[in-house]
């Protein structure tokens, strides 16, 4: 139920029977009405099953295309599963963003710099770190919480109200750009738990959103994992 994003009605039941004598099957259709009665029995018609048959088709060609990409792999993607339950690691570099904060933090919206980040997420959940420096993570790259609100102390980040949608047959290229919106585009509304920054987080982004300085690594609080770690 957590993959269904849409709202299903429905329209058409199957019953199927078995004979004793020799396990030989009967399907037998029944049309539903707006109650959910069944309705209108008979046998499945060809055009019926034709059309199951493509639906199913359809579905699995979805789940299996889920992150395909076509090409070499874009430079930031540290690691890669396809598939319908598929998964990527990727990281991005310290960089300017426009970031959004509710009123009651008292933090004006504007854009900023943000620290190096690594990646994790599949269809439905995201998880960020924080890194030390620009260049690719090892496996035995230190990782750093995410100063952000919003970000639980294992790395998983809440994004209250937004209805996350990744398409069953979205591409990497699409998938990365997603959640980066879905995370940057969202409101920063609370902080959970504590030890992100050396700091006070409130006025750590109320300074960077008024003076546009490079944002001070040097004052991130480390985890005690490694980039290893999350590819485990």
């Not at 699995?60 to 874009?74: A, D, M």
Request: hydrophobic share 40%.
């Amino acid at each position: 139920m957590d993959k269904i994003t849409d709202l299903y009605v429905p329209f058409k039941a199957l019953m199927v029977y078995r004979a004793e004598s020799d396990n030989s099957y009967y399907i037998e259709s029944h049309d539903l009405d707006a109650k959910g009665m069944a309705l209108n029995a008979h046998p499945l018609s060809l055009k019926e099953s034709q059309s199951l048959a493509s639906a199913l088709d359809s579905a699995q060609v979805k789940g299996e295309s889920f992150l395909h990409h076509r090409g070499l792999l874009p430079s930031c993607v540290l690691h890669l599963r396809t598939g319908k339950d598929g998964s990527a690691v990727w990281h991005t570099p310290m960089m300017k963003k426009e970031l959004h904060f509710i009123k009651g933090l008292h933090i004006s919206d504007g854009i900023a710099y943000v620290p190096p980040m690594l990646w994790k997420a599949d269809r439905k959940q995201l998880s960020v770190w924080a890194l030390a420096d620009n260049k690719r993570p090892k496996e035995k790259t230190a990782l750093y919480h995410a100063p952000f609100f919003n970000v639980y102390e294992n790395a998983s980040v809440c994004f209250g109200n937004v209805k996350i949608e990744i398409p069953a047959d979205c591409s990497l290229s699409t998938f990365l750009k997603m959640w980066e919106h879905y995370f940057f585009d969202s409101t920063f509304s609370h902080l959970i738990g504590g030890g992100a920054f050396k700091g006070d987080l409130d006025r750590l982004w109320k300074e960077q959103t008024a003076t546009g300085q490079k944002f001070p690594v040097g004052e991130m609080n480390s985890t005690a994992k490694t980039l290893m770690d999350v590819l485990k």
